[in-house]
């Protein structure tokens, strides 16, 4: 459907499908499609897609809307092998519950890119086997790629300073 | 292969390795399961990638990929940088497909824009990310070679490694990370004398091909170590999102180049190599032909190469030529204007992929209406790709692993960013 009224008609199919309240709006951006769905009806948005021949999961990306709300959003990336076609889902969830259900059962290759949206924005996926940090260090603290996360933010740790007993974040003349 | 067999190879020709592991018992409880690691810094594992692999006795009964040592935070560095700032630290999270980080960056830059790229830019590109393609080929078939035990193929490869790298050096001054494209085209049209200089390299790198082809295809190590070994149906791997060669070998003819070209790609004739069995043979084999299909293409654009400007005209988004600066006082301006603060984007969100040596690349990026990104993610296919190392290894022995892991071509800077 590589048109405005291709996708707003599979959305209006999709509403038909489901449930009316799935799907929250449809958006068509440089002859791209996407669909904004809400956050619990993942799973079965994808796999209503996935009949409609959208077979094929290439992607899935973090965003953090800061500052608007509901924060941080999850979009997958979906790709029609016949058809040709591609087609972007979207959901946002607020900062202060932000689980998604997982899709990983269903698409095995959510697996590593939901773990990196979960390390990065902090977005927690319900039903994801092994939901642990994946880039960064499994004791780090806080979410990097969150826009209010400051660049420089990370103080850098040499282990030359450590052992002389001073505090890394001074400079060489013990003053911050 | 040779009809004629001595006794010797009959005898291993009989022998099903591939039998032995399945026929293994079911391990007593008092049976104990080893845990190795191997990695962050062992030479095969092509960067710093570690692996936790569980162990029965020389069998591969589970492996965890443990990632994230070269993280460098690339993504969030080009949200603090402007579009056109943001190219060089895009080209080095693949450190073997900086064209194609870049292309897939600009690519997506010049959707968000709606910029027009010049037909003479569009194949300057192609020609560069062909020629990234087989110095990344290169790569990976001189180290995955040393992996086996073969140290010969490797200063091959890199002897011609070395040409495409002087062709690159030629038309940007740079030899790796060449930062040669820009948002809207190239920087610079090629040299006098380059396209001579490539055409040289386009007649020579067939018969090299074949030379690599000779060495390895009746070289008896080489082929024990691949054919056969961790194979995975085309199902399983469409499932894990892999791409690229590793799809193409189990059969599955699926390239963007062909499928949904980009940057002129449907002007070129080329063939798809697909594998049959997706074993690490195929996965070889597929890659070898990929470089012969590339030579073709770099041919025909050569050939192809239409005069015209090599950058848009849009003054919004490229430099004004340097001659204007003295003359005009607009030109002064747009020059002042895209130095300091870049030139603006408008809001909306892109996903921008494209077919790299290793799979689709795919860059995502969110634009708020600055001059700066608000957010950029890259689908790296080593990243996805590296999900399929278990279903190939289980079950296989850990000298397989090796083989598997070569074949596989993860680049740790993309898998980790």
Redesign the interface.
Known sequence: MPDAPGTELLAQDLREALSPETVVGTEFFRDKGAIHVVPTAIGEVLEALRARGFKHLMSVHGVDYYPEEPRLGVQYELLDREALDRLTVKLRVPLDAPTVPSVTAKWPTADFQEREVHDMFGVVFEGHPDLRRILMPEDYEGFPQRRDFPIGGEPVLFTAAETAGRDYTMGSDGVA | MSTEVTDYRSVEERVDVSQRVQTLPAPAPDQELLTLNMGPHHPATHGVLRLLVTLEAEVVRDLKPI??YV?T?I???A??KSYWKAIPVMERMDYLAYYFNAYAFCGATE??L?VEVPKRAQYLRVIHMELNRIMSHLVWLGTSMLDLGAVTVWWYCFRERETILDLFEYSSGQRMHTRYFQVGGVIEDIPVGWAEKCRQFVKDMPSKIDQYLDLLNRNEIALRRLRGTCPLDEQTL??????GPLLRAAGNP?DLRK??PYCSYEDFEFKIPVGQRGDNFDRYAVRMQEMKESVKIIEQALDGLPEGPYITDDRKVALPPRHELATSMEALIHHFKLVTEGFRVPP????F?IEGPRG?Y?V?I?SDGSSKP??V?M?DPS??N??ATLPMVKDAYIADLIATLAMMDPVLGGV??
């Open positions: 990632i994230g993280h935070g993504e969030k560095t949200e603090d959707t968000l709606d469409l499932d894990l999102g892999v791409t699926w499928a949904m909306g969100e892109v996903y992929p689709e795919g995502f969110r608000a957010r993610h689908r990243f996805v590296l999900q980790d960013r």
